[in-house]
């Protein structure tokens, strides 16, 4: 890493200025386990291979830019998640960080539910073969469409964000003759250590109903109030890329303080609680994030504590990992377009794709590594910026980074955990076709989401 700042941005970070950079590392060729799926491997060759197939087999039959996911790896994550929190709690992936229909039938045969917050991902959930009741709807904005067809395909849970919207969900349930399972978010006041635009419970934002204020307890009123609505328990989530456990247990504690007045007010204990997900991923060899079974222990004795303290029976408990699961399990693999040193700071490193396929270091000065990848190198390493071939000077996929300085155009690079809010988040800027997902394993490979092409671009484009 570069520069010491948060992987999610600099704001709650100390920063170094420019010019400040880490020694690079003592081995160009090495790929850190903690960064890089399960099944990445350099050959004897040199060449690295991901579920037994060679990047430069990838290039040549995929083309690139190409999102390369490991799909045994995400099963695995799957399962680590899954065995961690047991029987007596829920893993629902979330699904806004990547979705296809391919992942939803891995999520289904590992045993893992599933939440949405768009009508499109709850048509993929539901073309993917989730079972509707393993499914559940977020979204601070829902609309009376996305509303009605969750309530008409019975999904198991749709989380309320407003006021407003427990009319809707009730309107709608009563038209379906149903009762709907439903959870009350609530913002709890807590400002994870992340960057402002992905802090989600802190007060001065757009989703939740505020704990402070006295909205969430009116928000339980009003749907306790409703015959169509079965309130289930309360939601929270505090942000996302989160490494430290204590905003969690701020947010289960005031989560836990509302359920208790609930009881007392209206003589019921709500069964459930959902304290989200956000937990954090290693994107450069310096991030150290928790395992699933730490994760697990750690909220769990937080909810019990906590509860028992209020003289409360402790509800089952729900997370939400997204990134945690998804990001790991997948790079970007690019192909080298012009090397453009510059005297005496460094050398610009231009690739086949950029922002248009990774928004995320544009958006949050988000930070990567990067890697050779389509052969080994015994040059001495250089400091170097990878940029995208956008018309946009912010057009950067991996801010300041070290590579081989015999790097060439024509060679691969990889840029490791992009399974995350890359694809979901990519764009046709600069009217570029968004690349695939190939999904690899047994040394095999398939494509999941084709890449785009410009008839699909021109296709929309009704004149």
């Known amino acids: 890493m570069s520069r010491s700042a948060h992987p999610a941005g ?10 400040h950079y880490a020694a690079p590392p003592a081995d160009l060729n090495g790929l ?31 083309g690139t830019p190409a999102y ?53 991902e709850l048509a993929t959930a539901l073309s ?22 969750a309530v008409g395909a019975g999904v198991g849970h749709i989380v309320l964000d407003s ?13 379906h003759g149903v009762r709907q399972r439903v959870l009350i978010r609530v913002t709890v006041g807590v400002e994870a250590h992340t960057h402002e635009f992905i802090a989600t419970a802190h007060e001065d934002q757009k989703f939740g109903l505020a704990l402070a204020d006295g909205t969430a307890a009116e928000a339980v009123r009003r749907t306790l109030a409703h015959e169509s609505l079965d309130l289930a328990g309360l939601h929270s989530h505090i942000g996302s890329q989160i490494f430290d456990m204590a905003g969690f247990e701020v947010a289960a504690r005031r989560v836990v303080g509302l359920l208790a007045e609930i009881r007392d007010e209206h003589g019921t204990e709500l069964p459930e609680v959902d304290l989200g997900g956000g937990l954090g991923i290693a994107y450069t060899s ?33 997370v ?28 610009y490193v231009s690739v086949d794709g950029g922002m248009s396929d990774n928004i995320r270091t544009a958006l949050y000065d988000a930070e990567y590594s990067v890697a050779l990848v389509s052969r080994a190198s015994t040059a001495e390493p250089m400091l170097v910026r990878v940029v995208g071939k956008h018309c946009e000077s912010g057009d950067i996929v991996v801010r300041d980074a070290y590579l081989p300085s015999d790097l060439a155009p024509g060679d691969l690079i990889a840029v490791p955990a992009t399974g995350a809010y890359c694809r979901s988040m990519a764009s046709n800027y600069n009217h570029t076709p968004r690349p695939p997902v190939v999904a690899v394993a047994g040394g095999e490979s398939r494509v999941i989401v084709r890449r785009e092409t410009e008839d699909d671009l021109l296709a929309l484009d009704v004149g």
């Not at 600099?10 to 010019?19: F, I, K, T």
């Not at 559940?136 to 904005?141: E, K, P, V, W």
């Not at 006021?163 to 038209?175: P, Y």
């Open 10 to 19: 600099p704001r709650h970070a100390d920063v170094l200025p420019e010019g």
């Open 32 to 62: 850190d386990p903690k960064v890089w799926s399960r099944t990445v491997e350099r050959g004897a060759d040199g060449e690295v291979r991901v579920g037994g197939v060679p990047v430069r087999t990838l290039a040549a039959e995929q």
């Open 68 to 120: 390369v996911l490991d799909e045994a790896d995400f099963r695995a994550r799957c399962r680590a998640w899954r065995d961690a929190f047991g029987d007596g709690a829920d893993v629902y992936y979330a699904g806004k960080a990547f979705l296809s229909r391919a992942v939803v039938r891995w999520l289904r045969e590992e045993g893992l539910n599933l939440d949405v917050c768009s009508g499109g």
């Open 128 to 149: 993917g073969g989730m079972p509707p009741a393993r499914i559940a709807l977020h979204g601070n904005n829902k609309s009376a469409a996305e509303i009605d067809r």
């Open 163 to 175: 006021l407003q919207e427990i009319e809707r969900v009730a309107a709608a349930a009563a038209r």
């Open 286 to 318: 310096d991030d150290d994030p928790a395992e699933p079974q730490e994760i697990a222990k750690t909220l769990a004795d937080i909810l019990a504590r906590e509860c028992a303290g209020a003289g409360l029976a402790v509800p089952r408990l729900s």
């Open 320 to 347: 939400e990992p997204g990134r945690a699961i998804v990001g790991p399990t997948a790079f970007l693999l690019y192909e080298v377009g012009t090397v453009k040193p510059l005297s005496g700071l460094r050398t």
